[in-house]
């Protein structure tokens, strides 16, 4: 509850009252799940060393940074090159690092703490698990019709799928393998036998990809070992390497009912020029982007918290990078309270304390 009526005041002022207090809330920096930079072109990147045993096939480079352990290729294949700590390397991990810490802090649109994914059909957006992750059976993700659609799994520590558990895609158009989604990793993931996944796993520590299991996406490890056991690897999306494109700014401005709206966006990193689109969700109702400029323009006509995603791309090369976004649109139902800042609401809060003090204490 956010504030309670005492004697003498009146209830259109509580009202006033209530709606400039609780539109008031701690700000939440939202991230880009860009693209990967430089690590674009790895299937297998580990951080201390890669271990491979069987028949293993990896689309893309196979790698290792600071480490320099790589063994069991041959008998594995990697369609492109085996990079032991050289530069190219390197430079994938200081992109893999970004680009980990950009899906780290995306805005949490649902969080799945203590549910298995099994069994569950979601749409495009950034889910979070406050501990471990598990999938036991099948997740489907349902691209909606956009097979650029994107999705970020967060998890604070392990990522783990029972044996033969499966990622399944829908409604992505021809597209059996999608670049833009990515599963976050707080300490280790690990694929139990026949999994057959989807995405690009970025783990802080370390991945294990039990005998048999396939995955449609990369093995990325920022300082532990990827263990590999016969299994195929496709990197989803191009393997050029990608100039890393992040969205800004990292907050958009709230907005209120019939009241002009106007904000950019633009796109950071890359080649000029860029095009704009919502990939996900929906803008607030009444608002447009401009394709070419990034501009969001229009009155907005409904209130409501509106979740987003603005993807730019480079045009002459594809890459791209996305940003997701909250935006929140107030009704103004009540003329003349004023909206307060966060000092304003603070000393508001105090002086309703003291008040309350006061009164207790008369009361006493």
């Known amino acids: 509850m956010c504030t309670r009526r005492s004697p003498g005041v009146t209830r259109a002022r509580v009202a006033a009252l209530v709606i400039t207090m609780c539109v008031v809330a701690v700000p939440v920096v939202p991230a ?42 041959p008998p594995g294949i990697a369609t492109g090159a085996i990079r032991s700590a050289d530069a190219v390397a390197q430079q994938a991990q200081s992109d893999l690092t970004t680009a980990y810490n950009e899906a780290a802090l995306a805005i949490c649109t649902d969080n799945r703490t203590g549910e298995d994914l099994g069994g569950d059909t979601l749409t495009p957006g950034v889910y979070c698990f406050d501990s471990s992750a598990f999938l036991t059976g099948t997740l489907t993700l349902d691209f909606q019709g956009n097979p ?4 970020i799994f ?9 044996s033969g558990s499966t990622v399944a895609i829908i409604n992505a158009g021809n597209a059996t393998c999608p670049p833009n989604v990515f599963w976050q990793i707080g300490s280790s993931a690990t694929l139990d036998t026949s999994t057959s996944f989807v995405g690009n796993i970025l783990a802080l520590t370390s ?19 990827v263990t590999l056991a016969a299994n195929t690897i496709t990197a989803c999306g191009p393997l050029q390497p990608c100039a890393l494109i992040s969205v800004s700014p990292a907050i958009l401005p709230d907005g209120t009912i019939g009241v002009p709206y106007s904000a950019d966006v633009d796109a950071i990193g890359g080649t000029p020029p860029h095009t704009f689109a919502v990939s996900s969700g929906a803008l607030p109702t009444g ?21 987003y995603t603005i993807t730019a791309t480079e045009v002459a090369t594809g890459c791209s990078g996305s940003r997701v976004y909250r935006t929140i649109i ?26 309350g003090l006061f009164v207790i204490t008369r009361q006493s």
């Open 148 to 151: 650029d659609a994107l999705f």
């Open 207 to 225: 991945i294990t990809m039990n005998t048999g299991s396939v995955l449609n996406g990369r093995a990325l490890a920022r300082n532990g070992a």
């Open 32 to 73: 880009s799940a860009q693209s990967l930079g430089t690590a674009q072109g790895f299937g297998v990147l580990g951080g201390s060393a890669v271990t491979n045993t069987g028949a293993t096939t990896v689309t893309g480079d196979v790698g290792v940074f600071p480490g320099t352990s790589i063994t069991g290729f």
């Open 330 to 355: 107030g009704a103004d139902i009540v003329a003349g309270v004023p909206t307060l800042d966060f000092f304003g609401f603070a000393l508001l809060a105090a002086l309703l304390a003291l008040g």
């Open 154 to 162: 967060q998890t604070g520590s392990t990522l783990t799928t029972a």
């Open 287 to 307: 608002l447009v982007l401009n394709p070419t400029t990034g501009a969001i323009t229009g009155t907005p006509t409904v209130d409501g918290t509106f979740n």
